[in-house]
């Protein structure tokens, strides 16, 4: 099969890149001029394909010849103005699925995100029957639902589409994501416990599971026009998980408490300035109600749909899961170079 690969220099694409090689797979990814490729330069026979999601020479280029497309590229950043978000999320989906067509694509992955659902409640145990709210609690939950929502409705006999939804990507090869920033600032004393002494539960999602969903679902004949949450069937207390994530790399234990109702006054004010187009292009908030919400609220998701539909079944769990993040850490030379620092 040959495939098209988006964000493949990113944290999930290399993973996905990685296993389309390792089964066989001829792989094209579609990067920058300015990318780097230094990870993907392992691998010689991949082809690049220079342009960018909205330069519909540069797609048809992209997509010609291709039988199935990973789509994982994305603004996952809080950084940007609504005009960013919706030009990288929604407009540079809808060109590439439209181009894919085109150049009669048969299959679509599109790589979304359970955070579209996210509003500051618990869930618990959600399904795919949950339905998409009518207001989004920020750029970034409203322009993947959008860009989701127009995968699914170009499904059709010719073009198999589907949405996969992984819960907070960790592991391996991840130095830009939640994981180095939390522990950076546990390192540096600076994360309070938020939890008001609740249990704050969440199913996240390794990226190795991750990737093998996209392989699966590229794989099914079931899965057209369909939406599927992904994470590693095992529910986690948020807060002993940073504990544990804390003493594998000897950060001191987390002693502080702070009220979350007080840190989501202050993450609301922060919200509001950084509605400021010029300040939000600039620079990421230093706090958000969505970073706070997403420490203090439980989001655990059912994911008995991908294992009937694809077979879907994680192997790497909590423990095995930080094991392999200790080793390539120490790898790649230690904490400081993990965080940052």
Not at 87 to 104: F, H, I, P, W, Y
Not at 172 to 180: K, L, N, V
Not at 299 to 306: M, R
Not at 326 to 331: A, E, I, L, P
């Amino acid at each position: 099969m040959k495939v098209l690969i988006t964000g493949a220099t990113g944290f999930l694409g290399s993973y996905i890149v990685d296993k389309c090689i390792a089964q066989g797979d001829s792989v094209r990814v579609l990067v920058r001029k300015t990318s780097n490729i230094d990870y993907l330069k392992k691998y010689p026979s991949i082809e690049y394909a220079y342009g960018d999601l909205t330069n519909m020479d540069s797609l048809r280029d992209a997509t010609k010849g291709i039988d199935a497309i990973y789509h994982s590229a994305a603004r996952v950043t809080t950084q940007g103005d609504r005009s960013q978000f919706y030009n990288d999320n929604v407009m540079s989906t809808r060109c590439l699925v439209d181009e894919a067509k085109k150049q009669g694509v048969k299959r679509f992955i599109f790589i979304s995100s359970p955070s579209i659902f996210f509003d500051f409640t618990h869930q618990n145990n959600i399904n795919e029957t949950y339905a998409y709210p009518k207001k989004y609690i920020n750029l970034y939950s409203e322009t993947k639902s959008l860009a989701e929502q127009y995968v699914l409705s170009s499904n059709d006999k010719n073009f198999t589409a589907c949405s996969l939804r992984p819960r907070g990507i960790w592991g391996p090869r991840d130095t830009t994501g939640y994981i180095p920033k939390l522990l950076l600032a546990m390192l540096k004393e600076k994360l309070p416990n938020m939890s008001g002494g609740k249990d704050i539960n969440a199913t996240l999602c390794h990226v190795d599971n991750a990737s093998d969903a996209c392989i699966l679902a590229a794989k099914s004949d079931n899965v057209g026009g369909k939406a599927y949450f992904i994470t590693d069937d095992e529910v986690v207390n948020v807060w002993d998980f940073l504990s544990l994530l804390g003493k594998t790399f000897n950060a001191p234990p987390i002693k502080k408490n702070v009220s979350p109702e007080l840190l989501m006054r202050i993450g609301g004010i922060f919200d509001l300035i950084w509605k400021i187009p010029a300040l939000a292009r600039k620079v990421e908030a230093p706090l958000s109600r969505y970073a706070v919400g997403l420490l203090t609220y439980s989001s655990t998701f059912d994911i008995s749909a991908a294992k009937k539909d694809f077979d879907y079944n994680p192997k790497v769990n909590q423990s095995t899961g930080m094991a392999s993040l200790k080793t390539w850490v120490n790898d790649i030379g230690g904490t400081d170079k993990f965080v940052g620092r």
